[in-house]
């Protein structure tokens, strides 16, 4: 149990657990030489791009490709016609048309495919498909879409999920009561490298994939279903990945570029620019929320209601567990007495939304601790004593009735930001201090500084009974006289820093010093997905598990081979150790030429479905709590916000590679603060106005201020090592400190996130 | 696509008369954005990075001759003091690889409503120089250079050969909001000149009409009010006024980077601060 900080010495040690390990892919990624997917490449290779409908809503009458086709150097234009499988993929639902057949129900939803021998070939020739669409009423207004006069989406209605959630006394009486209503706009993952990939047939009707994705087994479930193929000749192998943040989970240019192959014989590759990442993956959903909270005078929360409807667009993608995350974590790290939840995840005719860091808590958060803070000043508490006060604690129940059985520590996290020391006022002699930097728009006339809190709990792994597993292949065997581990996972790498753990943990369960991370790819189990900050639990778990069966194995063979018993023996510095320490062999010389390998497939902790009536039920795995401070000064009569400071504490359970969790902290908290005063894809009757990052806005160097970061290690005893998910807590508790410390500074209630100069204004 | 790329002046002249549907470049900041994302195809394009004359600035009169083909990073080490108002916007461009390629010239060529240099260009009373193998230069007014959103009066056969702008005569300021604190287009700008050698004030306004332009309400307004002789302090009805002014002139939309009321509501502001800091820094100067 200790707390360190962002001056931990950067040791690399012997790179075992909890040493600062240096990234095997780190000099090649700030070197510029590491393959993204956007890298792939193959001599005999075509380009395939996506003809994307213009409309929101509207009817298929026809499609005459004859044009395109007739376009020299185009070797094939597929439409829903040429999908030989189910025409249909979806993470949850398989809802989705791989080329939309009779109806488009979003602009941006792929209607045709080019292949072409260069990729200006190919977009010339899709330009040239006619489409004959009649262009029906869009439904885009998600307030709307559970009227019964709304247009209908699917046939089913234009309900994905209601969530309802009742516990305690119904309607309790409460001496304080505060309400409000937040809205939330459509965040962006805005990943660096845009989608890629390329597919190669293998001249028997099958075909390898090569993508940058979060998690293989799904993808390849959802392309084996279209492609009408099994599993077994279709391959995935996981391409360079340039971050991820959720908006990888659902299938992108997988299938076009395997339907392209398939059909023309040779490599496809497909790769979208920027502006057509903006309309090839998903958002974070859009959220309308209204929330009331009853206390007793002295501040104790007595009960919670919430109603939050999620926009999730036109196709179900995951919004039905976000609507979960929403409802079950939707009041945020609080102990209430009674709780009234309902949470609606609707179809519309926007951009569809699932899956980005922080999947439903993010949205709740800001209305939650917004709340928490109007709280605060009814009672008279500040904001730090407020949640204090009523922050869970271990053994508390939460608004599911699961009991929190590890720490909780909501309380200590607010009482160590906040006696972080505060940042001095800024500097009248740098430009770029001062809210508008270099734009030079004020020299303090008008800057007011405020200060914010925020802290926030969010599940690790998947939930609501979700069977969610990984798979782990370790091989240990002598390479060039030297033990070498070989670690197998279909776990994609997405920037993260999951192959330096793996590295990390057959190091120090084996007590070797070189081990590789085999490429990821579908000849092994599946590992679940790179999200819900989950690999380093559930992965590093099956890591873990299938090296200790791989040196389970190593240490009978020693045994026999030595004639002594096999308890207390174990593996250290390449060599045999008895339980004195004596060196009783050399690991190469007990392997000889043989190999040890063992495939494992490891669970976490069964998670359960919660009661469809009260929302009730253990429906989480395990919790991670961060708490944010943020310093800003606004000018007010500008409405321009330079955060001073944005400073954390964060329980980890346990900091495997403490420079890597330093960093997600400092990502997420950026990505945090920049739906909190900037990112937004601006929706409008149903068309994407912004598709590019000259007008999607993410921070700069000169948004985002240096961080102090406190990592707690509070041992979760339920999970390997004891480590607790990372990636996704800064991301929740980051933006709802900067919007409380931007509200504390100019005195507007500003419930509508991001937060625009116009509203600081109120012009 | 041909890609022309003229090593002399004449040469490129030449190949803009022959060649009317060429794209100019010169440096492709905003050139290169278009076509990476597929919104332009031209025929040609006629780099002009590698014309000489084009990379010069030299002192005429009491003018700056600036080479169209200069790039902010210069206008910031080389021209801060002699163009202030131009050096602070130039810091305003992107980021300082957008600064080291992008050029004053290029900004004009673009004519764009949010081209930052474009503000301090009308408030210091700039003239652009235009050439033709044909008609020779021909120069005008940057004010009637600007003929509608990114339109301009640049003829099928010219080039912007330079700027002329005055040497600055008294302080000039220019700010610029934006929704992120660097790397970021302008919701709306505006500068402001003070010319106390013949009692005037310039203007001008970015990112708030079809084009850029000035202010000339509120020059004249000012002009005749400051007190130029005893340099008394700024009256902050005037420069409340000033900036109302300002506001006035504008002509903006909402759209998607903000709003028609918040542009003008932050052009007031700006304009007034930008004022007030200019004639301050005129009586700390007397």
Redesign the interface.
Known sequence: MTATTTAAPATTGTGRIGENAVRPDGTLKVTGEFAYASDLWHDDMVWGVTLRSPHPHARIRGIDVAEALAVPGVTAVLTADDVPGENAFGLEHADQPVLAADVVRYEGEPVALVAADHPETA?RAARRIRVDYEVLPALTDPLRALDGDAPQVHPGGNLVRHLRLRRGEPRPEAPVVVSLDVEVGMQDQAFLGPESGLAVPDGEGGVDLYVATQWLHVDQRQVCLALGLPPERVRLTLAGVGGAFGGREDLSVHVHACLLALRTGRPVKMSY???ESFYGHVHRHPAWMTYEFGAERDGTLVHGRARTVLDGGAYASSTAAVVGNAGTLGLGPYRFGSVEVDVYGVFTHNPPCGAMRGFGCVQTAFAVEALMDRLAEAVGLDPVEIRRRNGLREGDRNITGQVVDSAAPVAELVERVAAMPLPPPADPGDP?AR?????????G??VRRGVGYAVTYKNVGFSEGFDDYSTARVRLQVTAGEPVAAVHTAAAEVGQGLVTVQQQIARTELGVDRVVVVPADTSVGSAGSTSASRQTYVTGGAVRAACEAVRAAVLRRAAVALDVAVDGLRLDGGKVLAADGAVLAALADVLGDDAVEETVEWRHRPTHAIDPETGQGDAHVQFAFSAHRAVVDVDV????V?VVALDTAQDVGRALNPDAVVGQIHGGSAQGLGLA??EEV?VTDGHV??P?F??Y?L?????MPPMRVEVLEYADPHAPYGVRGVGEPPTISSGPAVAAAVRAACGRPLTRLPI???HI?G? | MDFLQPATWSEALALRAERPDALPLAGGTDVMVDLTFDRRRPAALLDLTRVPDLQEWALEGDRVRLGAGVPYARVLTELAGRLPGLAIAARTVGSPQIRTRGTVGGNLGSASPAGDAHPPLLAAGAEVELASAARGTRRLPVADFFTGPKRSALAADELIAAVLVPVAAGPQQFCKVGTRNAMVIAVTSVAVALHPDRRAVGTGIGSAAPTPRRAPKAEQLVAEELDWAGRTALDDGLAAEFGHRVAAAAAPIDDVRGSAAYRRHALAVMARRALTWAWDDLRRAA
């Open positions: 977009r620019g920027r502006e770029r809210p508008g930097a270099v734009g030079n728009t004020t020299r006339e008008g009569e500008l409405g321009l330079k005063l900037m601006v106005r912004n590019s000259t007008d806005l921070p700069t160097v000169l948004d625009r100069p116009e204004t012009t």
